[in-house]
């Protein structure tokens, strides 16, 4: 059994965290958090597909310019090559899983 309490644990960005659930290969699934005005840095993957689904707060995901705002128990696919970033505009913390296939580790290019 696999949660938070007994996964992997980093930080990144300002004060964000991520707890690694499925770190294979062939598919990443990833807890994170982010605190009220955080954000990622725009990026892209060349191999790896990812889908995010809000758990619960609010997550905004810019794809190619475009801004979508996710709401608890909703999702996004992202596409290879498709250039994106997440970001928490609201004023409460948001946390989602971001799965991945196949593992983004070391396929992440800045834009």
Avoid at 39 to 59: D, K
Avoid at 93 to 108: I, K, L, T
Wanted: hydrophobic fraction near 35%.
């Amino acid at each position: 059994m696999i949660s938070k309490d007994n996964a992997e644990h980093y930080v990144w960005g300002n004060d964000c965290d991520g707890w690694r659930l499925v770190d294979e290969e062939t598919v990443s699934i990833i807890h994170e958090r982010m605190p009220p005005g955080t954000s990622e840095q725009r990026h892209y993957h060349a191999r790896a597909g990812q889908f995010f689904f809000v758990l619960f707060g609010t997550l905004d995901i810019e794809v190619e310019g475009t801004v979508h705002t996710l709401s608890a128990h909703q999702g996004m696919r992202v596409q290879p090559g498709a250039v994106h970033q997440v970001m928490n505009r609201s004023a409460e913390p948001v946390e989602f899983m971001v799965y991945s296939q196949p593992n983004s580790r070391g396929d992440r290019t800045l834009a």
